[in-house]
Every structure is written in structure tokens, then in C-alpha cells.
């Protein structure tokens, strides 16, 4: 394994890249990266997956969340080796592809109720905080309102003081208890 | 980094070269000091896969942690849930549900922040650490392996095998609070953890921990010794609170004050002996 190191004000990296198997919303995908390389890097360059963002590099602020074999993570603090072998879905894997051809992907509920119901304003807290709602939803159906806010609560926003948000994770557990998924939520 | 395929060959690697390998399991403390060039390690090992590191073992006398138990873990088993509330409560106010599902408690243990959320719990329980090296293991008591701010007594060769809490409270009361700026993804300003054993109206046995109010998380031993045997009274209470107030150091920095550390500390001391009276 590469072991020299030159201190630094950021971090290097060991100067051989690897090859990191995973699957990627669906996908066998092989990553080439440093071993010790943010996840959050490699998905955004590599495959140019950059709907997952930066936000405060800590895992303070779940901008980066990604689902990592199934775990909400924040993928800043993820180093690319441990990405080996999972299954991993960023937000650009959460709207449901389209069967038919050329049409555009079905949006999750959830997609659609920020977009019925504003939950987003400048968006970069968007993808974390979508992933955040549906891994919360994927894990419990039905949460009440504290739930919900427990379930986001690692995901900070600037821009919208957060109540809609609430209201459209909220929306999208009503619809997604009335079918279909697209029509509009009864309040 | 390096992957040793199971516990013995990752105790192999740190006899061979102690000090210059890192531990690194969820990541969720290493790669925030990594990024921020902090951290002098220019070797990991990789132990997050470890199944001698994981699990949750119940026996009549204790329930057994594996190191890499997450914060998740904790929150979802039952028996802890039930018998040791204050670490679920402590689990469940962690960071967030990303932090939860990748820090472990022998990560938090190793890193050793007094400002962390699990060892307060853990003292009250009066946790003990099972150390592994190549050359074998031992059983320590939690409550003194603080040696300094940040400091333990892991020798460099050794990895945090389990964490054994003895079945020895359920029928006591306890009390878990946590002041911060949020109620997630905030590091504590105070914390306390507390449990009682209330005997014909007396505080037969009482156990208080608390965090962020001196260079390592503490047991309020002079505090208990107050209480212990006692009926609550003001009076009571008003002592003791005196004598908490002497017995942590609590420091201005970032996130607070000393002035509101202690009095805070003595609010959450009150809150609890509150809890006790009801």
C-alpha cells in the first residue's frame, strides 16, 4: 500500500490510485481514486455525478448525503476505499427511470412535493435533504411530523427556515398513502 | 489503507509498527482531521469490517458491545433500549442519522473528546473496555481510562475489543440531558447523564456523569457522595450543587462560558434530583 505522506494544509493523497468497485443508482461502476479520496470527490468528477454537494466538508450540514447500501451517509466523510462492494444511490437515483423511451423520469414523491410545495429556494441543500426524506420514508412510511424533523435533522438549510420543507415531506407521505403519486395531495 | 482480513492480523500489523498505523473505522472523527491536515498518521487500518469487533452479546450479568457498534446499532436494540436508556438517548442526540449510521463507540471512546455524547452514559453505567493486542487482552474499567484532554490509557499497539455494561440498574432512574445550540448536529456545551436507586425515599445509589465541563468527560464522584444515603431537600440539593460546582473545571471557549457551564450544570442537577422527587 502507498504510504508516503507530505504534511500538508490539505490533506494529500497516497500517489497511487485504486480501482473501487460499486454500483451506482443501479449500475456496476468502477471508480479510480485514492484511497483515501472523499467519496464526495470521486462521485462528483468521476462519473459526474455532481448533484451531491459540498457544503461544510465535516459532516455538519448533510448537503453530501448519499445512500450508502442503504444508510444515509454524509459521503465527505467516506473514504473511496470503503466504497468497495456497496450499493450506492446518489439523488440522481432516487426519480424512478422512465420505461418508456425517451420519456423523463418519474419523479419520487418527494421530488414532486418540494416541486408542488417550494421546498427548495438557492437548492444546494436540496439533494441532501431529498435523500435524507426518502431514506426516511423507505424506512418509515408513515412518520409523524417530530419524526420527520428527527429524520432531517442532519441536513441544514440557510435559505428556507425549513417549514417547507417539512410541508412538502409531509405532502409527499400523504400522497404516497393515496395513490397515485403524482396527483395532488389533499392538505 | 490497509484491510486486514480479521482481528489478528490487524493486532499483527500494529505489534509490528506501533503508532504509525491509525485505526479507522466509520471515519465520521478521522476524516475531519484528516482533511484539515491534522492528522500525522500516514497509514490506516482499515477495522470497520472486523466481525470480532461487532455485535451485541446478552448475558444474565451483562450486555456486551462490539467496538464498531454504530450509534444506529445502539438505537435499535431493544435490550439497551430497556436496561440502558441513557446510551440510546445519548446515541439518538449524535450528530444526525448519517453520523449515526457510520460512528462507533470505539471510535468515540479512542477519540476521546470530553465534549462527547456517549461517554457520560457509559461512566454511569460503569462501563468496562476490553483492550487487544498480539500479546492478549484485558479488562479495564471505563471510569479512569481518561488519562489527560484527549488521552487514554490505549497503549499504541492496542485496539478496543468490547465494551461490557453490567445489568445492574434497571430499576434505577435515570436522567439524560444534553444542552446545545440544536437538538442534532451540535457538539454539547453540557452534558449530563445521571442514574438513581431511590430506597424508602432515599437516594440509596446515585451515579452522575458529566461532559464538555472539563478536559475529560467525569464521574461527579464528590457530587454522588453528597447525595448518596440522603433524603432530597433543597438543602440537599443546594449542597450538592455547591460541591458539583467545585468539582468540574469548566472552561470559555467557542461554544460557551465557564460561568454558564456551572450554572447549567447545576440546573441539570436540580432537573434530575426534579425527576427523582416526582
Known sequence: ?187 | MEMPRDLSAALERLAQEPGAWKPFAGGTDLMVLLEAGKLPHRRFLRIWKLPELRGIEVTPEHVTLGALTTYTDVRSSEVLSREFPLLCRAAAETGSVATQNRGTLGGNIANASPAADSPPALLVYDAELELVSANGSRWVPYHGFWTGYKQTGLRANELIRRIRLPRTTQSWRHYYRKVGTRRAQAISKVCLAAAARIDAMRIADVRIALGSVAPTVLRATETENILRGEKLTPATLRAAQEVLAREIAPIDDMRSTARYRRRVAQNLLAEFCEMLSA
Not at chain 1, 494544509?9 to 484511497?35: H, M
Not at chain 1, 466523510?77 to 440522481?92: D, F, H
Not at chain 1, 412518520?143 to 441544514?156: T, V, Y
Open chain 1, 1 to 187: 500500500m502507498p504510504d508516503s505522506r507530505e504534511p500538508a494544509a490539505r490533506a494529500p493523497n497516497p500517489t497511487r490510485k485504486i480501482g473501487v468497485q460499486c454500483e451506482i443508482n443501479g449500475r456496476p461502476v468502477t471508480l479510480e481514486a485514492y484511497p483515501m479520496a472523499r467519496l464526495l470527490d470521486v462521485l462528483r468528477e468521476q462519473p459526474g455525478l455532481t448533484g451531491t454537494k459540498e457544503g461544510c466538508g465535516e459532516g455538519e450540514c448533510g448537503a453530501c448525503a448519499i445512500e450508502l447500501d442503504g444508510a444515509l451517509v454524509n459521503s465527505c466523510l467516506v473514504p473511496a476505499l470503503q466504497a468497495e462492494g456497496a450499493k450506492i444511490r446518489t439523488i440522481e437515483g432516487v426519480a424512478a427511470q422512465n420505461l418508456l423511451h425517451n420519456a423523463a423520469p418519474q419523479l419520487h414523491a418527494v421530488q414532486q412535493a418540494f416541486l408542488t410545495h417550494g421546498g427548495a429556494q438557492c437548492g444546494i441543500c436540496t439533494p441532501g435533504m431529498i435523500l435524507a426524506a426518502v431514506n426516511l420514508l423507505d424506512r418509515n412510511p408513515q412518520p409523524s411530523e417530530a419524526e420527520i424533523r428527527e429524520g432531517l435533522a442532519g441536513n441544514l438549510c440557510r435559505c428556507t427556515g425549513y417549514t417547507k420543507i417539512f410541508e412538502s415531506v409531509v405532502a409527499a407521505v400523504r400522497a404516497s398513502t393515496t395513490q397515485p403519486p403524482h396527483a395532488e395531495p389533499r392538505r
